[in-house]
């Protein structure tokens, strides 16, 4: 029986760490437990740390006591998160008035601890640690029924308080409960964030690699290809060379594939903002696509200065221009406007086309990764331009957003806050 019972406590205690560890409430240090202040700060939020100060003065105000803490209660420790009246600080679980009673589920009103059984050699009551004499807790138990700890009120003198201040204790112990669960959810949410951040870099420096050495084997196959093209002994009017041209265009359009998703994957890795004229990323980028950007079309680029990692916006226009020229109505002259505007957050960068322009409905689903239209006579495309467009801006600190443009068309609007977003550190 006596094993079976130190099994309990010892999987009782491994359950009260990992709950207090999940909700923020277990000192980052514990070998460092004599430092006090930096244990107890380390184990409250800033902004519920304010929240907790603020009810524990007004449970020692509204039962008209001197001292009040909000107390957590960990395997081998009393840990005062929020203190009235007094410094918070940390103590032995076996000292703890509050460890004794915390899991009874019902709040404790003792008049004068000195005469009561369960108080009346504690330290905190003798004098060897303070000289306690009222005292009440009530319970700080979650949604699931998990007990944290007390909201406890205290005096070195005997008190007594009323039924309703006994029920505004409880109220306030609820109020305690829900800061912590509070901070409870921001912890999750966090470490969700974290996972994901660290999900996505392995899956980006996955599609990077598999990328890059898929390409070495596919530009070689391409390389044959042309030779056998300019082979003489293949007449262009055989099946060969239409089996050819079939595998060069094929092999083309995977080529173009893979570049996006390598340009996919290395976006914000390490960015280097710094003011970028407009003007000139605009005419590196068409200079970049060549033929890409399509014969006959007109542009017009106002100068401005963004502040931004230079390749990125370059290659974030690129991206932009490159479908403003996939997307154009056959029956009318490509038209594309770049200007930049002014914001409180930074400047606006808005790429504006006469296309054939994106459904409401459909706007921001093809911001997604993969996702394309389908619409007829569209050019062939692998999904990640205007995906790798937002993971640029994004990377930035801004966002992007697509709208329609006036009379037809297009416009995208990419935000990059002002002073940028400095990663190389």
Do not use: W
Request: proline share 5%; charged share 25%; net charge negative.
């Amino acid at each position: 029986m006596a094993q079976a019972d130190g099994h309990s406590l010892v999987s009782a205690d491994f359950e009260r760490r990992s709950v207090l560890g999940e909700y923020g409430l277990l000192p980052r240090d514990p070998a460092s437990a004599a430092d006090e202040g930096a244990s107890v700060s380390a184990s409250a939020s800033a902004s519920a740390a304010r929240a907790l100060n603020f009810l524990v003065d007004l449970a020692a105000k509204l039962c008209g006591v001197p001292f009040s803490v909000v107390n957590i209660i960990t395997p081998e420790q009393q840990l005062q998160l929020a203190a009235a009246g007094l410094e918070p600080g940390l103590c032995a679980r076996e000292d703890s008035m509050c460890a004794r009673v915390f899991q009874q589920g019902h709040t404790t009103v003792v008049p004068d601890a000195s005469d009561d059984p369960r108080f009346a050699d504690n330290p905190f009551v003798t004098g060897e640690i303070a000289n306690v004499r009222f005292y009440a807790s009530s319970p700080l138990r979650t949604s699931s029924g998990f007990a944290l700890g007390s909201l406890c009120v205290f005096s070195d003198s005997p008190a007594t308080i009323s039924t309703e201040q006994t029920a505004m204790l409880d109220v306030l112990a609820a109020q305690v409960v829900e800061v912590l669960e509070l901070q409870h959810r921001t912890l999750q949410l966090q470490h969700a964030l974290e996972e994901l951040g660290r999900s996505n870099r392995k899956l980006a420096e996955f599609a990077g690699r598999v990328s890059h050495d898929l390409r070495i084997p596919l530009t070689t196959i391409l390389g044959y290809v042309e030779l056998s093209e300019d082979d003489d002994d293949i007449r262009p009017d055989s099946p060969a060379a239409g089996y050819l041209q079939r595998i060069g265009g094929s092999g083309r359009r995977m080529l173009a594939m893979l570049d996006d998703v390598l340009s996919y994957s290395q976006v914000g890795g390490m960015l280097r903002p710094r003011p970028v004229s407009l003007q000139r990323a605009v005419a590196e980028a068409v200079s970049d696509l060549g033929d890409g950007f399509g014969a006959g079309a007109s542009l017009e680029c106002e100068d401005a200065e963004v502040v931004a990692d230079p390749a990125q916006l370059r290659t974030l226009l690129q991206n932009l221009l490159g479908n403003s020229s996939n997307y154009r109505r056959p029956e009318q002259k490509l038209k594309v406007r770049i200007d930049a505007v002014d914001d409180d957050r930074g400047v606006i960068v808005r790429v504006a086309d006469n296309g054939k322009g994106i459904g409401a409905a459909d706007r921001e689903r093809v911001l997604e990764p993969l996702v394309r239209l389908h619409r007829p006579g569209d050019a062939p495309g692998s999904g990640l331009g205007l995906a790798t467009c937002v993971r640029i801006v994004q990377s930035h600190g801004g966002e992007l957003s697509l709208t329609e443009t006036p009379g037809g068309g297009t416009t995208v609007s990419a935000l990059f806050p002002k002073g940028g977003r400095d990663e190389s550190a």
